[in-house]
């Protein structure tokens, strides 16, 4: 349902950058999951270039009864930039859950101004994809900008009125990286390395994929997949509390 969303991902990236594959940990690139109703795969990408760390991107299918795309593309530590966050799920072509958002890195006024703002006309666009649902496990004041789409739709608005809003966000977000200063100043830079670590932490522990990633390949390979492919500079919790 969703690799229509992933392809034109795929073919932006590789026209506009010089793009470098990046490791994914051994095993976690693929898998083939047979439990429950319908075999399930999982498969992964990430690249690197000058301008984004880190572009990652995953997607499931279980045939008709699941299918789910998601994306997180991380700027250089040199760009203050916010995240872009892609988040699409569907469960059984009925319960269709869309997340897309320029995912803000700090919430004051300047930069909210600077990088979040630019999003307001678009997202008066798309009404029907900006629902005001209640956020079960984040803060939506925390990560999400108050231009984020969020949704519960039907397949036809998938096809056609969210994919003509994720074309315009991914050109929104590389005019705002056209046009970003690269950061000099070692100080601004840790800043920025702070908080993108803290946003994996963030989201590590947070995460309401982890379940659904255990119940088709395992716990184990779920917990790897968080901790050394999704949100890598996120610090497992048991980790955490011994270092404390």
């Excluded at 075999?39 to 045939?63: H, M, N, V």
Aim: glycine content about 2%; some cysteine.
């Amino acid at each position: 349902m969703y690799k229509p969303f992933l392809q034109h991902l795929e073919n932006e990236l590789l026209h506009k950058f010089d793009l470098q594959r990046r490791a994914i940990p051994d095993e976690l690139e693929f898998k083939f999951s047979e439990r429950g109703r319908n075999p399930a795969t999982i498969q992964s990408w990430c690249y690197q270039c000058p301008e984004l760390r880190k572009i990652r991107y995953t997607y499931i299918d279980a045939g008709e009864s699941a299918q789910i795309f998601n994306s997180v593309i991380y700027p250089s530590h040199h760009y203050d930039l916010p995240l872009l966050g892609i988040d699409f799920l569907s469960f059984g072509k009925v319960k269709n859950l869309v997340v897309l958002d320029f995912q803000p890195l700090f919430q004051d006024e300047a930069y909210q101004q600077k990088y979040i703002e630019p999003l307001k006309l678009l997202h008066a666009r798309y009404p029907d994809l900006a629902q005001d649902l209640e956020m079960k496990f984040y803060d939506a004041n925390q990560y999400f900008s108050k231009y984020l789409l969020f949704a519960k739709t039907d397949t036809k608005t998938v096809t056609t009125r969210l994919f003509a809003a994720f074309k315009d966000y991914i050109n929104l977000y590389w005019q705002l990286l056209d046009q970003a200063e690269p950061l000099t100043d070692p100080e601004d830079i840790q800043r920025i390395v702070k908080a993108q670590k803290d946003y994996d932490q963030y989201s590590a522990e947070r995460d309401p994929a982890s379940g659904l990633f255990s119940s088709y390949f395992g716990h184990e390979w779920s917990e790897r997949f968080l901790h050394e492919f999704l949100f890598e500079d996120a610090m497992p919790l048991a980790i955490g509390a011994t270092k404390k």
